[in-house]
């Protein structure tokens, strides 16, 4: 009989499909993707072809090398198809029955190493230079006041939407609404809170530090878990253990733990799945700066936990996903953490 | 620069990329890998599934070639049948046993004939099965949802390539079900029109977007496509419930499926798709404030995780462009 498992937070149902059920061996993210660099293209993200991309915003560089030149160790640029520009201002208006406004925000790449290697070849030392340089620039735009919430991502393989270059990047989205899904999620969390007056995502570390089978591996200060109502195969949450709904302002000397936990969480998945592809996203609390909104999200600093989710791409989405939000999961989370508990990573 | 629109209806905002807009050969369309061998859903392999539910048959028994519609359980089924419902907590987790109902609709027995390729006809044939099985199920207590849907190809998420739909009964309204009703009875209680209603006197207004029109029903590329060539189906008439689908409707609506399926196989190449029938739960009334419609969406861009973490979508074609595209497509139809 397929179990039927609701999401505590957003209230989103999974089907778990024990009937089509799978084993954790019979998904592949399939080959790793070929190096498409076509014979005299260069890849824009690499350093020396800094002239290819949009001037940069900020850089973490040698002392003493110039804007735009080679001698960075991360630099950050504002995307070359922005969805969203900085440079203009807000206008929202109605058309019609239609609400609408021009694309006010900020895009932008954050190249995380300046060699031509994949996210999986990057050292552990400079992926943390990349998450610090990832905080630092929310930091900044946090200070616009048009910019209501920050999203920070990586598509990683065709299938999850990534581009067809290798070279490891995240994107940072700052956008001028609130994001549907995001309020949704902290709806949710805000009616736990008032109801038992605990943060639901501490409550799920509890048990699932307790339960122990959906558990892929801890850090010192971070835990990574295959979610109770996970909406796919080997989806994984990391989360970390001390509470706190702002990414921005997480302590910086734990950041250097949480890459090392997501190097082996990744690793794992590798290990298992092979290349595959994937979407991360950071899930976090929207700015709040006018009093109106410290109104309503009063309770937000105890009741929302900020962290990341890796979906990974393995299974096509179908009409019965979109039309009914319920995700058809063939393999039950348990199976997925054991496998990834099993894997060794050097 | 961009345009962000707000879907009037769930609050979802979409970005429509107003740079330069892909053409229809931008998009990569996976090629379609014809493979008829030992096909359950052909004429002649009808023991290969569960037997049939209801079928529409020139001749023969039941289980046997003759039909032109068949309906079957799935033979793989995200949710059973048989059993009581069962719902249970385990310390922050809630957990329900997967009963429901999980058919299949073989639309047609040709193996390589999808909806837009039926006549007319053979259209409304599909729609009386659709209506026929809601109005059988809805009899059924732990029912609360009945959802119609179709994956067709690969990319859709179509396991079997014999054009088919597929029905399941749920003993939940769905999360992204409840939130597009919330969002109408929101319009309606500030409003005291339904939202839907006035999107089409919106879109007949407008004219711009419509690529279907009849006496009965509308067809338009919605405002707030979140897809490149998102299209959706409405009713004329007001009316919250599938399944109390006028009889003198029925015609026109199966005509309207299959023109605007018609004009996307032919305008992008035999695209994967999807599509859904948004109706109202089981409950027995008729809504004043939501409308039943169809979202067709084909299968072209990729979902990414900006979409996936913000549930805001983004889409390169302009929707006044995709109905003008799609209306210059010379229909071959019967």
Known sequence: MPELRRDPVIGRWVIIATERARRPDQFSGGEPPKEELAP????????????????????????????????????????????????????????????????????????????????????????????????????????DPRIKY????????????????????????????????????????????????????CDIIKQETALGKRVIAESQHFIAITPYASRFPFETWVLPKEHSCDIYKVDRNKVADCGSL???????????????????????????????????????????????????????????????????????????????????VS | MNELRRDPITGRWIIVLLGKIPTVTDFKVEPYTKNAEKCPFCWGNEAQTPPEIIAHRKSGPPNSPGWTTRVVPNKFPALRIEGALNKEGMGVFDVMNGVGAHEVIIDTPEHYKDFADLTSSEAEEVVWAYVARSLDLRGDKRFKYILIFKNFGKVAGASL???????????????????????????????ERCVFCDML????????????????????????????????????????????????CVP???????????????????????????????????????????????????VAGFEWGSGFYINPVPPHIAAKNLLSVKLDVK
């Open chain 2, 252 to 302: 026109n609506f199966a005509r309207a499926m299959r023109d605007c399926l018609a004009r996307i196989k032919a305008l992008l190449q035999d695209p994967p798709y999807n599509f859904i029938i948004h109706t109202s739960p089981i409950n027995g009334h008729e809504r004043n404030d939501y409308h039943w419609h169809v979202e067709i969406m084909p299968k072209l861009a990729k």
């Open chain 1, 40 to 143: 005299g293209e260069k890849c824009p993200f690499c350093e020396g072809n800094e002239s290819m991309t949009p001037p940069e915003i900020y850089a973490l560089r040698k002392p003493g090398t110039k804007p735009n030149t080679p001698g960075w160790d991360v630099r950050v640029i504002p995307s070359i198809a922005p969805l969203l520009t900085i440079d203009a201002d807000l206008d929202r208006r109605g058309h019609g029955m239609y609400d609408l406004m021009n694309s006010r925000g900020a895009h932008e790449i954050v190249i995380d190493t300046p060699r031509h290697q994949r996210e999986s070849e990057v050292s552990h030392e400079q992926l943390v230079k990349g998450m610090h340089v990832i905080l630092d620039r929310i930091i900044d735009l946090e200070k």
């Open chain 1, 150 to 201: 920050a999203l920070i991502f990586k598509n990683y393989g065709k299938a999850a939407g990534g581009g067809h270059l290798k070279h490891s990047r995240a994107q940072i989205i700052g956008t001028p609404v609130n994001l549907m899904r995001v309020k949704q999620e902290l709806a949710g969390a805000k009616r736990y809170f008032d109801y038992k007056e605990r943060c639901i995502y």
């Open chain 2, 201 to 248: 006197r919106e879109e007949i207004e407008e004219k711009d977007r419509i690529i279907y029109e009849d006496a009965n029903c509308i067809g338009f590329c919605p405002y707030v496509s979140r897809f490149p060539y998102e299209v959706w189906i409405l009713p004329k008439k007001h009316n919250s419930d599938f399944a109390g689908i006028p009889r003198d």
């Open chain 2, 161 to 191: 390539e014999h054009p088919h739909s597929q029905l399941i009964a749920l003993p939940i309204v769905p999360k992204r079900v409840l939130e597009e009703i919330e969002g109408a009875a929101k319009y309606y209680e500030y409003k």
């Open chain 1, 262 to 344: 997501l190097k082996l969480v990744f690793g794992k998945l590798r290990k298992v799945i092979g290349d595959f592809p994937y979407n991360l996203i950071s899930h976090a609390a929207p700015f709040r700066r006018d009093i109106e909104k410290k109104a309503y999200w009063g309770t937000i600093e105890h009741d929302y936990h900020w962290h990341f989710e890796i979906l990974p791409i393995l299974t096509r989405v179908a009409g019965f996903e979109w039309g009914s939000g319920f995700y058809i999961n063939p393999l039950p989370p348990e199976d997925a953490c054991a496998s990834l508990q099993k894997a060794q």
